[in-house]
């Protein structure tokens, strides 16, 4: 699925607020995520990462070369595979966990960066939004344009470096389950 550049900014705009009811689509893939942090937490560290990575996306050519990484929160780029740089216990427990959960070791920060490219058809989800669904637990949903099966090992990335213990899904939900979460 490509991203269109109009896209990617209602997407870095959802980061900051949450989308009106009438802007839903019919269903979306929620994650439901156990956190080692409180979910407020949590959320603030997934959303530091991405709004960076959207605003490469809307920014920058994909051609090849290092995206700049300046913006990205120094904690995120420690736990890629090629950082010297020691990561905090959260990000480097995270790691384990991506790894213990999906077998595959870390992600290189470019190649991830790269999985923001509007051009390539890697990301196969939109930020939607994240909901609390109690002290440590919260639902990530995405929209996937009614697609069960897509590839999402960048956002299990995210949320495990981010503080998740366990993420479990994704599944398909119809938009009356947002609905109900974001007004509790």
């Not at 050519?61 to 990205?72: K, N, Q, S």
């Amino acid at each position: 699925m490509l991203h269109e550049i109009e896209d990617i900014e209602q997407e870095r705009l959802r980061l900051s607020q949450r989308p009106a009811v009438r802007e839903a689509p019919p269903v979306f893939c929620a994650f439901d995520v156990r956190t080692s942090c409180p979910v407020p937490e949590f959320r603030d560290r997934v959303l530091s990462v991405l709004d960076p990575a959207l605003r490469l996306a809307v920014s920058q050519p994909f051609e090849g070369e290092d995206l700049p990484v300046d913006a990205i929160p120094g904690w995120f780029t420690a736990v890629a595979r090629e950082s010297a740089e020691p990561a905090p216990d959260f990000a480097a427990q995270g790691a384990e966990r991506y790894s213990t959960a999906v077998g595959r070791g870390a992600w290189d920060l470019q190649e991830w960066l790269y999985q923001f490219d509007p051009e390539s058809e890697f990301r196969g989800w939109a930020w939607w939004d994240l909901t609390q669904s109690g002290e440590r637990e919260a639902r990530v949903w995405v929209d996937t344009w009614g697609e069960s099966f897509f590839a999402c090992d960048e956002l299990r990335w995210l949320a495990y470096v981010s503080g998740a213990v366990e993420v479990h899904g994704p599944t398909l939900e119809r938009s009356e389950a947002w609905f109900a979460a974001a007004r509790s």
